[in-house]
């Protein structure tokens, strides 16, 4: 069993910066995959930033560069350093781990970018 504890979210301006940190527990952080998601009410969830168990990037489109996600395996913790925020970036963050077939969601963090 894998816990995820999200850290980091909060209220920015639109410019601003925020780094989201996801705490690992319960089994060996570094074989899994991991992921951040973020979902807005009424809409589904959906895939920011990925890595792989061997660091690994993929980025969806919408970051264009303003993100960058990384791991600290000795720490057994995810990043996500969120750069150039948008209004449209308000969503609850989700950390994600896989290891098929199982995966672990987080209870989520709140990010909110003002204008």
């Known amino acids: 069993q894998v816990r995820l504890v999200e850290s980091g979210g909060g209220l920015v301006q639109a410019g601003g910066s925020l780094r989201l940190s996801c705490a690992a527990s319960g089994a060996d952080f570094s074989i899994y995959g991991m992921g951040w998601f973020r979902q807005t009410p009424g809409k589904q969830r959906e895939l920011v930033a990925s890595?792989?168990?061997?660091?690994?990037?993929n980025y969806l489109n919408f970051v264009n560069g303003r993100f960058t996600i990384s791991r600290d395996n000795a720490k057994n913790t995810l990043y996500l350093q969120m750069n150039s925020l948008k209004p449209e970036d308000t969503a609850l963050y989700y950390c994600h781990a896989i290891a098929y077939p199982k995966e672990y969601w987080g209870q989520g963090t709140q990010v909110t970018v003002s204008s």
């Open positions: 890595i792989s168990s061997h660091g690994t990037t």
